[in-house]
């Protein structure tokens, strides 16, 4: 893909013509200047996915960049924090299967899922391990106006039971560990058409993973709905797929995309660092 000439504090190549781009010339060790910040912000909105190469960065560095996209949150979710910092959650994989090759966004499941999440490679496999990401806005976009009309109003439910109850009840104490995330994370519900609010773009907000059913609707045709909708991001034209490197950033929008991690190279090990940005209530 050719460069962009829009932006004046580093080069941005996009990687497919829907979604996706790079950016080049920054070192995320130095200070990103507020001219810098502003760009980096309209590039995230326009590609909402941003991949950077070869930062050999630390968990100060990751979070300060994380910073110019909005506010990092502490870890709540199943993953550990780095140890001292609490905004580096720590992803690791050890031969298994993480749960996450089926495409979803992150923590919809949640009142305010994150806005936005962080990853930076720290140890990768020798292949394999690619992440896709599909664009929910140009899913939305190219649906007919009759399905639009049909969709919009409605509202679906999301519920980490559905995959996760095997990972929360793993190691000591699981049990209780699950009644506790039970209390605290009872289903959720969000409208099936989700209005982006710092775009003002409406998108698809339903995924395979977390989505269990579509509310106020007979349950046949609320199932058929939501297969064929949780089925857009399978669509090759809305995609970007990423082949992860030593010391690769990746930022993208949770709230307009969802994501595929390829489960391809096990038993081979491989750990990230996430941060993740706080939410507000999809509206």
């Known amino acids: 893909m050719t460069n962009e000439p829009e932006f004046k504090t580093f080069t941005l190549e996009r990687a497919t013509p829907t979604i996706g781009a790079f950016i080049h010339g920054l070192d995320l060790r130095e200070e990103i200047t507020p001219e810098c910040q502003d760009e980096l912000r309209s590039a995230f909105l326009k590609h909402e996915v941003l991949f950077l190469r070869d930062q050999q960065i630390g968990p100060d560095d990751q979070i300060r960049f994380a910073k110019v996209f909005g506010d990092p949150q502490e870890v709540s979710a199943f993953f550990p924090s780095l140890p001292g910092n609490p905004f580096i959650e720590v992803l690791e994989s050890r031969g298994r299967a993480a749960g996450t090759d089926v495409w979803h966004s992150d923590l919809t499941w949640q009142g305010n ?28 976009d190219a649906l007919p106006e009759t399905m639009k009309e049909l969709i919009d109003g409605l ?27 039970r209390r605290k994370y009872p289903p959720m519900t969000h409208p099936v058409v989700r209005k982006h609010p710092e775009t003002g773009r409406k998108l ?19 199932d058929s709905l939501r297969t064929m909708l949780t089925g857009l991001a399978k669509t090759p034209e809305y995609q970007v797929r990423f082949r992860w490197e030593p010391n690769s950033v990746v930022i ?32």
């Not at 509202?155 to 793993?170: F, I």
């Not at 395979?208 to 609320?222: A, C, D, K, N």
Request: proline share 6%.
């Open 113 to 140: 899922p994150n806005s936005a999440t962080c990853l930076h490679a720290q140890q990768i496999p020798p292949c394999g391990g690619d992440t896709l990401w599909a664009s929910m806005t140009a899913a939305y």
């Open 155 to 181: 509202e679906a439910v999301h519920d980490w039971e559905k995959e996760l109850t095997g990972v929360v009840r793993q190691g000591e104490n699981g049990e209780a560990r699950y009644e506790e995330t």
């Open 204 to 222: 698809v907000y339903v995924n395979e993973l977390f989505t269990t059913r579509i509310s106020g609707v007979p349950t046949q045709l609320g």
């Open 252 to 283: 993208w929008d949770n709230r307009s995309t969802q994501h595929y991690a390829v489960g391809d190279y096990h038993p081979h090990y491989r750990l990230m660092h996430r941060v993740t940005l706080k939410g507000d209530r999809p509206a």
